[in-house]
């Protein structure tokens, strides 16, 4: 039961100290629990959306983006994670070639604010602890238990990005336009978020110098604690007083700070009876 819970809110939080490192080749447990926080992390509304219409040509737009990313990321994540691995003596070496693929699976899906974790995190190639931190910062979907700038703000960022090297001048996904008031409003979520876990590294490295830890592991704990998943590569238990306080007010920034900025950003209409004339800059 507890470990059913803490997977559905993507808590990530395990009654022993290895989490769940000993159920690593374990079919029932690996399905069970990854289908949980998957579920868990596509929101509500989209669980919803499933149940009324069980059709996917009658799904809305926001539900079609978030089971395209969700399912798109995960494919990534398991096969970046298994093929980075695979030779790595550290995490792979002991395992059965059955073990290795559920391994890099869970692996692969969980660290999108799940928390869990079948292998030692510290003992991960670098590029794999980086496409982790890559995932963490992304986390869930809008209106789910999980954390991060939600896979549908990325999404929509990307999407923006594309049509501008195409030369389009509308977004569009799935025969439907997107608004620039939600283009702006998803890259004003990316850049603050951005901007904090940047912030909080930069305070780590000052508050945890004397634990000459790698960079990566801090940067690792900032963006996990962002992201509010939970994962770590061992830094945790050796952080200082002030270290523990700043990872504490991350993880709240992190869960609160996405929504509310959204819903801050959507209320906020500043009327202006003036506009300045329109003039070019050079980018790029």
Not at 18 to 34: A, E, F, K, Q
Not at 73 to 101: I, Q
């Amino acid at each position: 039961m507890f470990h059913s819970i803490s997977s559905f809110n993507n808590a990530g939080f395990a009654l022993w100290p290895d989490s769940l490192m000993r159920y690593v080749g374990d079919p029932v447990v690996n399905i069970v629990i990854t289908a949980l926080f998957l579920i868990g992390g596509i929101g509500f509304f989209v669980i919803i959306d499933i149940f009324r219409k069980r059709s996917w040509s009658r799904l809305s737009l926001h539900s079609k983006i978030v089971l395209a990313g969700s399912a798109i990321l995960c494919v990534a994540g398991v096969l970046v994670v298994t093929a980075v691995e695979w030779f790595n003596p550290k995490t792979f070496g002991d395992l059965s070639f059955t073990e290795k693929l559920w391994a890099g699976y869970f692996q692969g899906v969980v660290p999108r604010t799940a928390g869990f974790n079948s292998i030692n995190i510290g003992d991960m190639m670098a590029a794999s602890q980086l496409f982790i931190i890559f995932l963490m910062f992304i986390g869930a979907s809008s209106g789910s238990t999980g954390g991060g700038i939600k896979t549908n703000t990325f999404a929509v960022l990307l999407l923006s990005m594309i049509s501008t090297v195409r030369g389009q001048r509308d977004v569009h996904m799935f025969k439907r336009r997107i608004a620039t008031e939600l283009i702006l409003r998803s890259l004003a979520v990316i850049m603050i978020s951005i901007g904090v876990v940047v912030l909080v590294t930069f305070l780590l490295t000052l508050t945890e110098h004397s634990l000459q830890k790698d960079f990566m592991e801090i940067l690792f704990e900032a963006t996990s604690a962002f992201g509010t998943v939970g994962l770590s590569m061992g830094l945790t238990a050796d952080l200082s007083f002030l270290g523990k306080m700043i990872i504490i007010i991350t993880m709240f920034i992190g869960r609160l700070g996405p929504l509310t900025l959204a819903f801050a950003l959507a209320q906020k209409r500043s009327k202006t009876s003036l506009r300045y004339a329109e003039e070019k800059i050079m980018i790029g």
